[in-house]
């Protein structure tokens, strides 16, 4: 029901790589897909190299990395280890407000090897270090060209992406043209914007950025309306987020989310068909991305326990594990084998508490006065490579035990946003790995579209093993060598 605000699809640049390989790595090819398909081998082994449509084809595209390799880069990514001395107030605040305009191109993955169209978009971002502007992921997702544009400003500069969040849906854009920043007769001098905290429930927020319908900044308002852990629609993510009832339009992406001059979030989604609900990213998401770009140089991901489970509302369920009136929790159903979860909890345990907070029936802690939310956030805040202790209860003994946290890998990777896909072809055979936004190909009603066992293992599998894939032949690039394999997809 979600949808992010700023436009679109996403997705990144393509590159054409369809290779003729030479006839001695095409015969070592042969020798090792005679066991997958013996009836083709020897037609295979019959027929010219130069016959072939595709004929031995390996392509597995590396992962476009933002733009590292320049000195603004670097001291833009450096000044997040220190705290701005001077922040913009009053007017000034429009000053540091920025309107982003990007062109994208996502790649076709049921043709790997090429790209959809070209697409523009615009979006909105703020100054939040020197040199550092801070925006939504999907703004710039899959970008090949970003610039920016200072309010009160007719000139666009070009901007480098120097960090990226997918899964908490935030970027870092710097500019390296000394004239963007330097104060201007028609533009005054672009001060950071100060970060705050979580705003109280009915709090007034200002919403600040570049809607559709003009060119110039709009400013909606609104109060606070919720806090919980909400769908990120951009990766599919579940996190802490903030629901208000200020406007949000297409545009408004990346804004900040004003508490007077202090920002108390950066708005990204909104709820369609619905009047006036929007969602902005909390400071704590956001200092956890800004905190990793600034000790690894680059976003690694939210932790995750790797744990599928179950609230306990019902009572008989909780006497039948030997829980006592005073016990609360949930009950881990489902343990990805890869993490370190798997090493120390059971299936059928009942999670009690998570860094001595006690979970309750539900599965939401305690945030603040009056308040709940759902006990993921705790995990999902935690650093990366952290350590977190648990209280279980197994066979009715209460057990202790300390886990290292690290971000999940997923089975059918939920996006793929700035990669080109890995694709492998062969006698016109096109497999590639099975993602979600493989299966996205099919529309926006892709769970009704798409073979339902893919559907299935997208939604449902765990990862066994470190790296694994599930692989699908795509599809069968019609020639004389494949005759009677194109039934074969999918």
């Known amino acids: 029901l979600l949808q992010h605000c700023s436009r679109r699809l996403a997705a990144p640049i393509p590159a054409c790589t369809a290779v003729l390989q030479q006839q001695q790595r095409q ?58 001395t001077e922040f913009a107030r009053g007017v000034e605040v429009l000053d540091s407000i920025v309107k982003v305009y990007t062109v994208f191109s996502r790649p076709d993955y049921f043709l790997p090897w090429q790209n959809h169209p070209k697409r523009e978009s615009t979006g909105t971002g703020f100054v939040i270090r020197d040199r550092l502007i801070l925006t939504n992921a999907h703004v710039v997702a899959d970008q090949t060209y970003v610039t920016v544009k200072r309010h009160g400003s007719g000139t666009k500069y070009r901007a480098d992406v120097v960090g990226v969040g997918h899964d908490v849906d935030l970027a870092l854009l710097t500019v390296e043209d000394d004239a963007f920043w330097e104060s201007a007769e028609d533009a005054g001098t672009m001060k950071p914007l100060q970060l705050g905290d979580v705003p109280q429930l009915q709090e007034q927020v200002l919403v600040v950025g570049y809607p559709t319908g003009g060119d110039n900044t ?27 009832d200020a406007a949000i339009n297409p545009g408004n992406s990346g804004g900040p989310a004003l508490r007077g001059d202090v920002v108390v979030g950066v708005a990204f989604q909104n709820l369609p068909h619905a009047d006036n609900i929007g969602y902005i990213i909390p400071l704590p998401v956001v200092r956890r991305f800004l905190s990793e770009v600034m000790l690894y140089g680059h976003y690694r991901g939210f932790c995750s326990l790797g744990i599928v489970f179950q609230t306990m509302d019902n009572p008989h369920l909780r006497r039948a594990l030997g829980m006592t009136p005073q016990q609360s929790g949930v009950m881990i159903n489902r343990i990805q084998p890869t993490t ?11 999670l009690l508490e998570f860094d001595g907070v006690p979970i309750a029936n539900d599965g939401t802690v305690h945030f603040r006065a009056r308040e709940r939310i759902f006990f993921t956030s705790l995990i999902t805040l935690k650093p990366t490579g952290s350590t977190a202790h648990v209280k279980v209860l197994r066979e009715g003994a209460v057990l202790e035990y300390d886990l290292t946290l690290d971000p999940l890998q997923t089975l059918v990777p939920v996006h793929k946003y700035d990669q080109l896909p890995s694709y492998f072809i062969y006698a016109g055979l096109v497999f590639v790995p099975l993602s979600q936004p493989y299966l996205h190909e099919y529309g926006d009603d892709w769970m009704a579209n798409s073979p339902r066992r893919l559907v299935d293992k997208a939604l449902n599998s765990l990862m066994q093993k470190p790296e694994q894939q599930i692989i699908v032949l795509s599809q069968v690039l019609v020639d004389d060598i494949n005759t009677g394999y194109q039934q074969f997809q999918n």
Not at 340 to 350: E, I, N
């Open 218 to 244: 709009s400013i909606t308002s609104g109060v606070v309306s919720r806090l919980e852990v909400t769908q990120y629609v951009h990766a599919a993510s579940h996190l802490m987020a903030i629901q208000i």
């Open 340 to 350: 370190s979860t798997a090493q120390v909890l059971r299936k059928g345990d009942v």
């Open 27 to 84: 015969q070592l090819h042969t020798r090792h897909i005679s066991s997958l398909l013996p009836s083709l081998a020897p037609q295979l082994q019959q027929k010219s190299v130069k016959r072939h449509i595709c004929s031995s084809t390996a392509a597995k595209a590396p992962v476009i990395k933002p733009k590292w390799d320049t000195e603004t880069a670097r001291k833009a990514l450096a000044s997040l280890a220190h705290e701005p």
